[in-house]
């Protein structure tokens, strides 16, 4: 399941009544359950019968951690990160429309252009800092970006 | 619609308008035809402590924000591009607004003309837009390459394919002799100036002049941002964002897509 769906889901779970989600996605399924509600303190990702392909939340852990759902989603990251550089919006491609500059499974090089933070109608490329897969785009294009926030998760 | 007065770009003239400045070498290039100022300055490798200048008389695909075009008919007004380094870890918040705010001084001393800045930095004079700029940065060699972009509508009277309200230089002074490199002189000396009192001071140093010449400032504007919601506009703060009033909650832009409907 992407990590992304996964991040929505406890955004939607903190900002609601409820305590806990449970989504099933084909063979894949993810539980999520608020820190703090009266339930458990846990945020449990179960497995399903067949193991889950490339990156997961829950591949190198086990089924239950005591811990609270943002920990949790930034433990799970496997790789290098590539951070932003500065506050401003996240543009994946040169223009509106046009092709992105990279796409999940694409091998980077140190100096490939991946994306564009804009700020005050300043561009600003960000480049790769090392080579390798992506694996991972963080951000939705147009989506506001805070310094520092992992953009790109490469391995 | 030719001016009498249009003198052709000329690198020597642009030159011996330069104010002596700091940078070791300044490279200037004009071109009769090109596809973009912005896009050439961008691709060129360029040395360090050396400023480069690119114009031309027409460009094919003149660049705004996104996927806008900047209308750029030949020889009638300025398309200009500017490049040079600076320290890897500038802190460049509000820069943007540096460059027009250099631009509207540079044009109120040598003609006299009294515009606005719009956030966060086109240029407009009495509601209508003459000047835009665009500006990239790229890192290289752990330095960041700076691309400025500026387009200033100067002769140009006619034009049926601009979407907004515009004007020009001739339209807003029709009395004026205007000079396209004069003007080049002297405002790249002015963004290279202010640029230098930037990276020692940051936007603070020139937030009370852009407040004074903030075009939107106590306006009421509406924006895809805040889902149409009247928004009063206060002023810049010291790193150059927009501070606006949401049913009574202050807000502060930074970024985005940003298109302003003003209410008034």
Not at chain 2, 8 to 20: G, H, T
Not at chain 2, 62 to 87: A, D, H, M, V
Request: aromatic content about 8%; hydrophobic content about 35%; glycine content about 6%.
């Amino acid at each position: 399941m992407d990590i992304r769906k996964v991040k929505k889901l406890i955004e939607m779970l903190e900002d609601s009544n409820l305590n806990e989600i449970e989504i099933k996605e084909g063979e894949e399924s993810v539980k999520l359950v608020k820190a703090g509600s009266n339930l458990s303190q846990t945020l449990v990702a179960q497995p399903a019968a067949q193991p889950l392909e490339g990156k997961s939340i829950t591949k190198e852990e086990p089924e239950k951690i005591e811990k609270d759902t943002e920990v949790e989603e930034t433990k799970k990251v496997s790789g290098k990160e590539i951070k932003s550089p500065m506050v401003g919006t996240f543009y994946g491609a040169p223009n509106p429309g046009a092709e992105t500059f990279v796409k999940v499974g694409d091998n980077v090089n140190e100096g490939d252009v991946l994306c564009i933070i804009e700020a005050m109608k300043m561009m600003n490329e960000v480049k790769a800092d090392f080579s390798g897969t992506i694996i991972d785009i963080v951000p939705d294009d147009a989506e506001p970006v805070e310094f520092g926030q992992t953009l790109f998760i490469l391995e | 619609m030719k001016d009498v007065n249009q003198n052709p770009l000329n690198k020597k003239i642009i030159n011996s308008f330069l104010d002596s400045n700091e940078f070791h070498k300044v490279k200037i290039l004009i071109f009769e035809e090109i596809d973009s100022t912005n896009r050439y300055l961008s691709d060129l490798e360029i040395d360090k402590n050396t400023l480069y200048i690119c114009s031309a008389e027409k460009q094919i695909r003149g660049k705004g924000r996104g996927n806008k075009k900047w209308e750029s008919p030949t020889g009638q007004n300025i398309y200009l591009s500017l490049s040079f380094q600076l320290e890897k870890n500038s802190n460049l918040n509000g820069y943007s607004l540096m460059v027009g705010l250099a631009i509207r001084d540079s044009l109120n001393e040598l003609y006299g003309i009294n515009s606005k800045i719009k956030w966060p930095n086109d240029i407009f004079f009495e509601n209508r837009k003459f000047c835009g700029i665009l500006i990239e940065t790229k890192f290289e060699n752990n330095l960041r390459k700076i691309i400025v972009g500026i387009g200033i509508n100067v002769f140009m009277q006619t034009n049926d394919h601009i979407d907004q309200d515009w004007t020009s230089l001739k339209l807003i002074d029709g009395e004026k002799k205007f000079d396209r490199n004069l003007i080049i002189g002297k405002l790249t000396s002015k963004i290279l100036n202010y640029s230098k009192t930037f990276e020692k001071y940051g936007f603070a140093h020139f937030q009370n002049a852009f407040n004074q010449h903030n075009y939107l400032k106590n306006k009421i504007v509406t924006s895809e941002n805040f889902e149409g919601k009247d928004c009063k506009v206060k002023e810049v703060d010291a790193e150059g964002k927009l501070k606006v009033e949401i049913e009574k909650e202050a807000k502060l832009i930074s970024s985005g897509e940003l298109s302003f409907k003003i209410k008034e």
